[in-house]
Nanobody, 125 residues
Framework: QVQLVESGGGLVQAGGSLRLSCAAS????????MGWYRQAPGKQRDLVAT???????NYADSVKGRFTISRDNAKNTVYLQMKSLRPEDTAVYYC???????????????????WGQGTQVTVSS
């Protein structure tokens, strides 16, 4: 069983900053890609940023230069530092990770995609 638990969301004024964290726990063998997605009311879930195990990053155009994704492989944790927040950044932010788990003894699963429960970020104008 694997869990992704996000934290750090909240209410902030436009121009402010927030830092989101997402910690993975459970019978984890390895975590490959990790990322953040967001979903505003009435809209689809969109990619915000991703990071490979080796640290290569990718960002949505709308957050480039304002958001920074990072990870701590020893802690199975991914972070999203958000600066210069705008009202249009308001959404539920979801953590995502591609994880191999220990099934039994030395057996390892194939890679599966896991999601966190989401954390609300609200930016007031």
């Amino acid at each position: 069983q694997v869990q992704l638990v996000e934290s750090g969301g909240g209410l902030v004024q436009a121009g402010g900053s927030l830092r989101l964290s997402c910690a993975a726990s459970g019978s984890i063998f390895s975590i490959n890609g990790m990322g953040w997605y967001r979903q505003a009311p009435g809209k689809q879930r969109d990619l915000v940023a991703t990071i490979t195990r080796g640290g290569n990053t990718n960002y949505a155009d709308s957050v480039k230069g304002r958001f920074t994704i990072s990870r701590d492989n020893a802690k199975n944790t991914v972070y999203l530092q958000m600066k210069s927040l705008r009202p249009e950044d308001t959404a539920v932010y979801y953590c995502n990770a591609d994880i191999q788990t220990v099934v039994a003894g030395n057996l390892v699963s194939t890679e599966h995609e896991y999601w966190g429960q989401g954390t609300q970020v609200t930016v007031s104008s």
